[in-house]
T-cell receptor, first 112, second 119 residues
Framework: SQQGEEDPQALSIQEGENATMNCSYK?????LQWYRQNSGRGLVHLILIRSNEREKHSGRLRVTLDTSKKSSSLLITASRAADTASYFC????????????FGKGITLSVRP | DAGVIQSPRHEVTEMGQEVTLRCKPISGHNSLFWYRQTMMRGLELLIYFNNNVPIDDSGMPEDRFSAKMPNASFSTLKIQPSEPRDSAVYFC?????????????????FGPGTRLTVL
């Protein structure tokens, strides 16, 4: 089964509003990452947060991580139509294993 | 800098034919991943390599699928014989894998994908 599960599955907001997306996972991780996928394109890395970090910012993106609840959230502030895409969380693990486990993604639609 | 390069971008073939997908990772990256994406199953990891060595192929659907990485700059994913249920977008990704404080982190860089249609 996939490790990360995003919530909601789909989100529609008006341009200028904030978008909050959540991700839950089941086992211990050493990092969690968020990716964006525009229609017909490959995934693009947005941000990585390590298991000993609680919050991280990058431009209009804010990511939080709560390891006690095994959950993360991605906040996009002041959304733009160009933010319309699918967003995926991916979890990485301690040790030599370098793979990530991706969730099924959240479809974000930002209406102009 | 060129990103991950995949070819072909689109492939339409008939059931039973052999299909070969190609990937050139970003220079200097030591991990390479093959994924398959469908609406029904989402993004699935098929196989990944570290330093050209296959590490985990548990996601490869069956013996019809095989992957090779003969050198650090090239990998192939082959399906023989192909079936209609193999229709999907296949992504290749590479990662530089960096270490910090005893832990390893691995941001992945994805190629544009190959859209495979098996008729």
């Amino acid at each position: 089964s996939q490790q990360g599960e995003e919530d909601p599955q789909a989100l529609s907001i008006q341009e200028g509003e904030n978008a909050t997306m959540n991700c839950s996972y089941k086992t211990s991780i050493n990092n969690l990452q968020w990716y964006r996928q525009n229609s017909g394109r490959g995934l693009v890395h947005l941000i990585l947060i390590r298991s000993n970090e609680r919050e991280k910012h990058s431009g209009r993106l804010r990511v939080t991580l709560d390891t006690s609840k095994k959950s993360s959230s991605l906040l996009i502030t002041a959304s733009r139509a160009a933010d319309t895409a699918s967003y995926f969380c991916a979890t990485g693990y301690t040790g030599a294993n370098s793979k990530l486990t991706f969730g099924k993604g959240i479809t974000l639609s930002v209406r102009p | 800098d060129a990103g991950v390069i995949q070819s072909p971008r689109h492939e339409v073939t008939e059931m039973g034919q052999e299909v070969t997908l190609r990937c050139k990772p970003i220079s200097g990256h030591n991990s390479l991943f093959w994924y398959r994406q469908t609406m029904m199953r989402g993004l699935e990891l098929l196989i990944y390599f570290n330093n050209n060595v296959p590490i985990d192929d548990s996601g490869m659907p069956e013996d019809r699928f095989s992957a090779k990485m003969p050198n650090a700059s090239f990998s192939t994913l082959k399906i023989q014989p192909s079936e209609p249920r193999d229709s999907a977008v296949y992504f290749c990704a590479s990662s530089p894998q960096f270490s910090s404080g005893g832990n390893r982190y691995n941001e992945q860089f994805f190629g544009p994908g190959t859209r495979l249609t098996v008729l």
